[in-house]
T-cell receptor
Framework: GEDVEQSLFLSVREGDSSVINCTYT??????LYWYKQEPGAGLQLLTY?????DMKQDQRLTVLLNKKDKHLSLRIADTQTGDSAIYFC???????????????FGQGTILTVHP | ETGVTQTPRHLVMGMTNKKSLKCEQH?????MYWYKQSAKKPLELMFV???????ENNSVPSRFSPECPNSSHLFLHLHTLQPEDSALYLC??????????????FGEGSWLTVV
């Protein structure tokens, strides 16, 4: 079955690096996503990684994928107070064209950045 | 400007009311989605439309009725809701309904409170 797990809370100091972890169970996952949700707002796509990649870097964001352990992480370098938000990990499966773009989300990690 | 616009942003309705949520996407996408985000559960997919045709109904109660008149607009008609239906309802869109490369973009959401 499909299950995506994240730790619920992470607290860091401004300027430190944040690492948000995610585990998933479905080995047929094709794409894995990180979304950010600020208070009162919808979901903002931060980055995504294709399942045949190990790493993807995009400015301050680094995504690491360990497909063997089904573990995904998002590292935010030089974390700022504006990075405080809920971060969602999500996976989509390749169902041979029948999965209809269905994303399965984790419950979200609340990142709090202290000055 | 996220490319996916939802109205209203906030809605309070009684259990006997009929109301509708509206979503419009300006991205030229062909697939649109309704997701529900409640306090105690991960994000849940409700409905999927591809080229105006409903392709998935994720066991959603009939008091939620979607409508997709064209590829740019999606509605969620609400009737006889329960207090436990209070949640953030997120609309999303993607280029098409296939999981490969199917980046999904979300709106800001409509906060619904049922009293």
């Amino acid at each position: 079955g499909e299950d995506v797990e994240q730790s619920l809370f992470l607290s860091v100091r401004e300027g430190d690096s944040s690492v948000i972890n995610c585990t998933y169970t479905d080995s047929s996952s094709t794409y894995l996503y990180w979304y950010k949700q600020e208070p009162g707002a919808g979901l903002q796509l931060l980055t995504y990684i294709f399942s045949n990649m190990d790493m993807k870097q995009d400015q301050r964001l680094t995504v690491l994928l360990n497909k063997k352990d089904k573990h995904l992480s998002l590292r935010i370098a030089d974390t700022q107070t504006g990075d405080s938000a809920i971060y969602f990990c999500a996976e989509s499966m390749d169902g041979g064209g029948t999965s209809y773009g269905k994303l399965t989300f984790g419950q979200g990690t609340i990142l709090t950045v202290h000055p | 400007e996220t490319g996916v616009t939802q109205t209203p942003r906030h809605l309070v309705m009684g259990m006997t009311n009929k109301k509708s949520l509206k979503c419009e996407q300006h991205l030229g996408h062909n697939a649109m989605y309704w997701y529900k985000q409640s306090a105690k559960k991960p994000l849940e997919l409700m409905f999927v439309y591809n080229f105006k045709e409903q392709t998935e109904n994720n066991s959603v109660p009939s008091r939620f009725s979607p409508e997709c008149p064209n590829s740019s607009h999606l509605f969620l008609h609400l009737h006889t809701l329960q207090p436990e239906d209070s949640a953030l309802y997120l609309c999303a869109s993607s280029q098409e309904v296939r999981s490969s490369g199917n980046t999904i973009y979300f709106g800001e959401g409509s906060w619904l409170t049922v009293v």
